[in-house]
């Protein structure tokens, strides 16, 4: 059974830089058809997307944190980690890393997301 | 950018049926996946492409796509369905969530 588990720092000072990681078991994160992404939810607000690593390696942000984000894996480890410059309180949240079911879409490759990790808050502060 | 529209809250009584919109411009010629998310809890896939079931997710979870709204649909609702549900879409390469519905069993 496939289950992803996120870790990292819980307090991240203003302008410093966010890192979480993503232990993957149950699978390989090498395994085609998925992609491996983190989406965050704020205090008392919804979810939003953040970005996925495709196991070659690509990897596609919200346009919204592109210049700020960076995904990447680690196959060895069977894991995959994020990292967010600049962090301000706004990127406080809890961050959730997902597994993304690829399939073909009317434009390109979509993803679902199953199943998520159990999520970790950090907060800016 | 594409936007996904959801009511704040939706109450249905127990037993009944609950009806959760999903609403975006010609949304039909989307994907739509549904989340059920439960304080403390990670989200969880109730509905993929619009009307597919993971397994283990009840029969009473059912959804439809036509014109500018999808809905998630909840059949005999119980209380154990409390929670915020979310629907999903992809749009050039970029997942965007609705801003997720609350979903009260009274």
């Known amino acids: 059974q496939l289950q992803l588990q996120e870790s990292g720092s819980g307090l991240v000072k203003p302008s410093q830089t966010l890192s979480l990681t993503c232990a993957v078991s149950?699978?390989?994160?090498?395994?085609?058809?998925?992609?491996w992404n983190w989406i965050r939810q704020p205090p008392g607000k919804g979810l939003e997307w953040i970005g996925y690593?495709?196991?070659?390696?690509?990897?596609y942000y919200n346009p919204s944190l592109k210049s700020r984000v960076n995904i990447s894996v680690d196959r060895f480890k069977n894991q995959f980690s994020l990292k967010l410059s600049s962090v301000t309180a706004a990127d406080t949240a809890v961050y959730y890393c997902?597994?993304?079911?690829?399939?073909?879409?009317?434009?390109?490759?979509?993803?679902?997301?199953?199943?998520w990790g159990q999520g970790t808050l950090v907060t800016v502060s | 950018s594409y936007e996904v529209t959801q009511p704040l809250s939706v109450s249905v009584a127990l037993g009944q049926t609950a009806r959760i919109p999903c609403g975006g411009k010609?949304?039909?010629?989307?994907?739509v996946h549904w989340y059920q998310k439960k304080p403390g809890q990670a989200p969880v896939l109730v509905l993929y492409?619009?009307?597919n079931r993971p397994s283990g997710i009840p029969e009473r979870f059912s959804g439809s796509n036509s014109g500018n709204t999808a809905t998630l649909t909840i059949s005999r609702a119980q209380g154990g369905d409390e929670a915020e549900f979310y629907c999903?879409?992809?749009?050039?390469?970029?997942?965007?969530f609705g801003g997720g519905t609350k979903l009260t069993v009274l």
């Open positions: 010609n949304i039909a010629s989307k994907n």
């Open positions: 149950g699978d390989s994160i090498s395994s085609g058809g998925s992609s």
């Open positions: 492409r619009d009307s």
């Open positions: 690593i495709y196991h070659s390696g690509n990897t």
């Open positions: 999903q879409v992809w749009e050039t390469k970029t997942g965007v």
């Open positions: 997902a597994r993304g079911v690829v399939y073909s879409g009317s434009y390109g490759p979509e993803n679902w997301f199953d199943p």
